[in-house]
Protein backbone atom coordinates (compact mmCIF):
# COMPACT_ATOMS: atom_id res chain seq x y z
CA UNK A 1 0.00 0.00 0.00
CA UNK A 2 0.91 3.38 -0.98
CA UNK A 3 -0.05 6.81 0.15
CA UNK A 4 0.34 9.86 -1.44
CA UNK A 5 -0.45 13.25 0.17
CA UNK A 6 -0.97 16.63 -1.67
CA UNK A 7 -2.46 19.57 -1.22
CA UNK A 8 -0.45 21.55 1.21
CA UNK A 9 1.09 25.32 1.26
CA UNK A 10 0.80 28.55 2.05
CA UNK A 11 -2.17 30.01 3.77
CA UNK A 12 -3.35 33.22 5.10
CA UNK A 13 -5.44 33.14 8.48
CA UNK A 14 -8.98 32.13 8.33
CA UNK A 15 -8.25 30.90 4.52
CA UNK A 16 -8.89 27.36 3.33
CA UNK A 17 -6.73 24.15 2.18
CA UNK A 18 -8.24 21.14 1.23
CA UNK A 19 -5.70 17.88 1.27
CA UNK A 20 -5.94 14.68 -0.49
CA UNK A 21 -4.39 11.23 0.18
CA UNK A 22 -4.51 8.98 -2.73
CA UNK A 23 -3.75 4.91 -2.18
CA UNK A 24 -2.49 2.62 -4.20
CA UNK A 25 -1.81 -0.96 -4.49
CA UNK A 26 -4.74 -2.12 -3.27
CA UNK A 27 -8.51 -1.02 -2.27
CA UNK A 28 -9.32 0.54 0.81
CA UNK A 29 -12.58 1.03 0.98
CA UNK A 30 -12.40 -0.81 4.63
CA UNK A 31 -9.77 0.71 6.06
CA UNK A 32 -9.51 3.36 8.34
CA UNK A 33 -7.98 6.48 6.70
CA UNK A 34 -6.99 9.24 8.42
CA UNK A 35 -4.74 12.37 8.90
CA UNK A 36 -2.21 12.88 11.68
CA UNK A 37 0.11 15.97 11.93
CA UNK A 38 3.94 17.21 13.49
CA UNK A 39 5.84 19.87 13.94
CA UNK A 40 9.46 20.02 14.81
CA UNK A 41 10.12 18.82 18.38
CA UNK A 42 7.05 17.64 19.21
CA UNK A 43 5.27 14.28 18.29
CA UNK A 44 3.10 13.31 15.93
CA UNK A 45 -1.03 14.22 16.77
CA UNK A 46 -4.49 12.87 16.03
CA UNK A 47 -6.33 15.22 13.60
CA UNK A 48 -8.89 13.38 12.14
CA UNK A 49 -10.30 9.72 10.51
CA UNK A 50 -12.68 8.30 8.94
CA UNK A 51 -14.02 4.67 9.76
CA UNK A 52 -16.25 3.53 7.33
CA UNK A 53 -18.28 6.80 6.56
CA UNK A 54 -17.92 7.97 10.45
CA UNK A 55 -15.31 10.87 10.50
CA UNK A 56 -13.35 11.65 13.93
CA UNK A 57 -11.89 14.84 15.01
CA UNK A 58 -9.46 16.28 17.24
CA UNK A 59 -11.52 19.14 19.51
CA UNK A 60 -8.87 21.26 18.29
CA UNK A 61 -9.70 21.68 14.35
CA UNK A 62 -13.37 19.96 15.62
CA UNK A 63 -15.95 22.54 13.44
CA UNK A 64 -13.09 23.71 11.26
CA UNK A 65 -11.81 20.51 9.20
CA UNK A 66 -14.02 17.90 7.15
CA UNK A 67 -12.98 14.85 6.42
CA UNK A 68 -13.96 12.32 3.71
CA UNK A 69 -13.60 9.94 1.77
CA UNK A 70 -14.17 8.25 -2.41
CA UNK A 71 -13.66 4.77 -2.16
CA UNK A 72 -14.08 4.49 -6.25
CA UNK A 73 -10.86 7.10 -6.25
CA UNK A 74 -9.64 5.33 -3.20
CA UNK A 75 -8.49 8.65 -1.99
CA UNK A 76 -9.10 10.58 1.65
CA UNK A 77 -9.88 14.39 1.54
CA UNK A 78 -9.37 16.98 4.58
CA UNK A 79 -11.12 19.98 4.31
CA UNK A 80 -9.22 22.52 5.94
CA UNK A 81 -11.37 25.65 6.85
CA UNK A 82 -10.71 29.14 8.86
CA UNK A 83 -7.23 27.55 9.22
CA UNK A 84 -5.35 28.99 12.05
CA UNK A 85 -1.43 29.97 12.23
CA UNK A 86 -1.62 27.14 14.98
CA UNK A 87 -2.47 24.44 12.33
CA UNK A 88 0.81 25.07 10.91
CA UNK A 89 2.85 21.49 10.70
CA UNK A 90 3.17 18.46 8.16
CA UNK A 91 0.45 16.81 7.80
CA UNK A 92 0.58 12.78 7.39
CA UNK A 93 -1.89 10.58 5.80
CA UNK A 94 -2.44 7.10 7.17
CA UNK A 95 -4.25 4.00 7.04
CA UNK A 96 -4.99 1.23 9.45
CA UNK A 97 -6.36 -2.04 8.68
CA UNK A 98 -8.65 -2.41 11.35
CA UNK A 99 -12.01 -0.46 11.08
CA UNK A 100 -12.34 1.09 14.42
CA UNK A 101 -11.82 4.86 15.89
CA UNK A 102 -8.10 4.87 16.76
CA UNK A 103 -6.15 8.18 17.64
CA UNK A 104 -2.95 7.08 18.02
CA UNK A 105 -0.33 6.84 15.16
CA UNK A 106 0.76 3.52 16.75
CA UNK A 107 -2.53 2.00 15.56
CA UNK A 108 -2.37 3.23 11.83
CA UNK A 109 -0.18 0.38 9.50
CA UNK A 110 0.76 2.77 6.76
CA UNK A 111 1.99 5.96 6.51
CA UNK A 112 2.24 8.84 3.46
CA UNK A 113 4.96 11.14 2.80
CA UNK A 114 3.86 14.27 4.45
CA UNK A 115 2.81 17.52 3.05
CA UNK A 116 3.98 20.71 4.85
CA UNK A 117 0.79 23.52 6.09
CA UNK A 118 2.15 26.92 6.66
CA UNK A 119 -0.67 29.61 7.91
CA UNK A 120 0.44 32.86 8.43
CA UNK A 121 -0.87 35.36 11.09
Known amino acids: VQLQASGGGLAQAGASLRLSCAAS????????MGWFRQVPGKEREFVSV??????YYADSVKGRFTISRDNAKNTVYLQMNSLKPEDTAVYYC?????????????????WGKGTMVTVSS
Open 94 to 110: AAGRTATFNDSPSGMDY
Open 25 to 32: GRTLSTYT
Open 50 to 55: IVWSAP
